[in-house]
């Protein structure tokens, strides 16, 4: 556990989500606490998203509870967002024929007050309420390295830009936990750096993060915290050291008999630090192609 | 005047001879092999273009046909009084005359051509054909437009040939970019282009709703005329397209936006004083008045929130059936009798409750299935008011004799004087209709532009997505439903009042599959689009009165084409277009691009990347 005392700002206890016959997750316990950026790891249908799913309401967990600084999240999404967890998705779902600046206002939803009536006469307050929102959602889309973008539609922004824009619409909420589903696939080498670095920078802004993400080296050169997920089961978690060089790690991602793996971790363990990551790396080129879900 | 017969010939002769010549040269040069798309040689651009210019002129002083219909002479001396008076060209004849006159002054001016001529091409090619193929059904057989003994016409013929030369010069060479006009021009400027070109819009729909006269009865050539006029309107915008204009108007437009609303306001309020001034195009403009606010509402659910509305009529239907109780006969019957402004709030608020209640739904279900729900939903509607339910609609008897609206009394079915000018009776309600129609766009826009119709829109395009922003989907959906219907019950009582008589065959399916065409032909999501929709489709089913039977595949086909080659509408929503239209991002023109763009959208999506 990290030095922090305090209560956790977002507790998983016992989160089970069962489909059918299939337990995708299996009394999953997590805690994050406030400034921390927990990071999530493990083979392809571990369960992640589903985790994710689980914490945002978009599915309601079999069984086991969420808990917000203390308070038990309901299972409904807007509801969530409202009460403070924010996401994004794995495959980008932006707003395709929405302006950039329009799908981080949609973000502030929740936050503005305007109803129908005053959506109707556009009176003084209403242009108020509005001015002051675009300008913070200016100031985000500044934030995360879009400024100058705002008129553009979703559909037409590169990749990567992409999924720097469903980060704006998701801070938009202005959320205490921020939820990222793989942030920087797809990303070349420079901007999944520049990413790290905007994780880092919401981190100042007091939003704790967890991050999903297969790039292990990004995961351990960025977190406090790694949680790893196999098969619906927490394995080990701790800080990236500890998790770095556990067996069943290794294992759990590389598939191999134990002793083999320990061999291997014990090669590994001689190697120099900075070249670590690579054993589990040779993983991201074995993903299949990415399913429908989020 | 008499000529001698063979000057007849040699008049005749000359023109066809050239028409066949440059058919020939069309397919033994016109072509370079080996390329994907036939494109004629570059340097055969000007020769054609000159040369079907010319032939257009010769068009436009030929005769057309060799005889007297049968109903009487073809519109504007299509037959052979050419011989008596050539130069008094008229009508499709003069449109011919002036689009090919402009065609050869294009070729030269210092101007990108290409597009201008493609344009002009096709508008001589549509008013060929149209005509054509009107004096051949009419006049028994292709003889009426070549020869007839010793009579020869060919007009069309040599007008056909003229347009086709005239697209294959503009298709010589690659796609120009339309010239991008600055706005920064003064204001004086701006307003005067704003007041010229909405005064012209307002003629030419006047001329437009003019032309042949009402149709069927007045007139056994209106649909013709009418569509010919089309053809030539359609010529001129898009020439006026090609050099950049119609795109600087619309974005001056956008700047200056109340002005706009100023003067398109005293512009609509200017057609009773048009030759368009009849109780006739009044009663239309009226009908087209209450379809295009109810397609606005509709516009809102279905264009902005994306839920599919199949039964939308029935709430246009509650609306009037509302408002003609409480301002007609069951209110008469219990000794009362409410003025018109309560019976449309009252209105409004019955329908825009039925709106929530159909809406309620949207909770559970989605896509088709709602599209099912709504449908089932104006079913139920229109088989309730068939059988009285409830002695509220009259059954098949109707409800007859709801009172016009009476304001200081200035009943508004009475014909009007102003300052000595006649106007039309129905007038008022026109003004009425109007104002409503403005008072909706406002709704629409203000409604649009806004935290709510914003998350319409993401509702649209990604309902999860919505979900996981904090919106109260269900609620938004209700919302859009409420709404919309809201805006249907106030034209439905507008409507109870206007016609006297309301009964529930003028609520049935087909009506909510119009309602929901004007929309989609328009283009999703766009205002002027949802006007213009339910604009064409309430004048085109008049003015094709004459081809009764046929009228309604000439509708399909028409809706067709345009959804084939215009996808996001007449006139897109800037989003739709984005998404549908064969541009790319920056405007580019697809084909410069050179992508196969078999699917909509889908290069254009590549080219974004
Ligand atoms: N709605 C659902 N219904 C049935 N099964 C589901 C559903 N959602 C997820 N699953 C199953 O749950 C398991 C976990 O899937 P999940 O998407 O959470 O994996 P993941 O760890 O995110 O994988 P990846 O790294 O590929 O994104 C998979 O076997 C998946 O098929
Ligand atoms: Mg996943």
Known sequence: ?294 | MNIPIGWKYLAIFIPSVLGLIGLLVLIRFAWKKGTEYVTPRPTLSRPLSIGGAALGIVAALMPWATFVLNEGAYPDKSTLQFFDSPWAVSGFRLHTLLLSLVALAVVFAPIRKHRIHKALGWSLIGIALINAAFIAGNGGGFGAITSDGSSFAFGAVIGLVAGIALVFSGKAGPVEPIPHLSTDVSRVVAYAVLVVSFTALLLGVAMMLNAGGQGGVGNPYAGPIFLSLLAFFAGVLGALHAVGVTGWISRLSDKHKWFSIVVLLAVALGLPFTEAGTDYWMTTATNIGVYAATAIGLNIVVGLAGLLDLGYVAFLGIGAFVAANFSGAAAAKMGFELPFLVAVIIAAIVAGVFGAVVGSPTLRVRGDYLAIVTLAFGEIFKKSAQNDIGGLTGGANAIPGVPPINWFGLSFDKPLEIAGVKLPSGVMYYVLIIVLVALVMVVFANLKNSRIGRSWIAIREDEDAARAMGIKTGKAKILAFLIGATLAGVAGAVFAHKTSTVAYDSFQFIESVTLLAAVILGGMGSIPGAVLGAALLLVLPEKLREFADYRLILFGFALILIMRFRPQGLVPDKHRRAELANEGAEGVPIEELNLPDDTPGGAKAQVAR
Request: net charge negative; with cysteine.
């Open chain 1, 1 to 294: 556990m990290t030095a922090t005392s305090n209560a956790p700002v977002l507790a998983a206890s016992n989160v089970t989500m069962v489909f059918g016959g299939l337990t995708a997750l299996k009394d999953v316990n997590i805690e994050l606490h406030e400034g921390q950026i927990l990071g999530l790891i493990g083979p392809n249908g571990a369960g992640k998203t589903t985790f994710f799913n689980c914490l945002t309401g978009l599915y309601t967990p079999t069984r086991g509870s969420v808990r917000l600084k203390g308070r038990t999240l309901p299972s409904d999404p807007a509801q969530v967002t409202v009460a403070g967890v924010a996401r994004t998705f794995q495959n980008i779902r932006l707003f395709p024929s929405m302006t950039a600046l329009e799908n981080v206002l949609v973000g502030r939803h929740s936050r503005m007050k305007q109803g129908p009536i005053a959506s109707l006469f556009h009176g003084p307050s209403f242009k108020k309420g509005e001015a002051d929102a675009r300008t913070r959602c200016l100031e985000l889309l500044d934030f995360v390295g879009l400024s100058g973008l705002d008129d553009e539609l979703a559909r037409n922004l590169p990749y990567g830009d992409q999924r720097r824009l469903e980060i704006a619409r998701a801070l938009a909420t202005d959320p205490a936990v921020l939820l990222l589903d793989e942030p920087t696939a797809g990303m070349n080498p420079q901007e999944t750096e520049a990413a790290r670095q905007l994780i880092l920078s919401i981190r100042e802004l007091g939003i704790a993060v967890v991050v999903i993400e297969h790039d292990t080296k990004f995961i351990f050169s960025l977190c406090d915290h790694v949680s790893v997920l196999v098969q619906g089961e927490l394995l080990v978690e701790g800080s990236p050291e500890v998790v770095r060089g556990d067996p069943r790690v290794i294992e759990a991602y590389l598939g191999k008999p134990p002793e083999e793996v320990q061999a291997e971790v014990d090669a590994y363990a001689a190697e120099s630090s900075a070249e670590r990551t690579s054993i589990i790396e040779p993983i991201r080129d074995r993903r299949p192609n990415e399913g429908g879900q989020q």
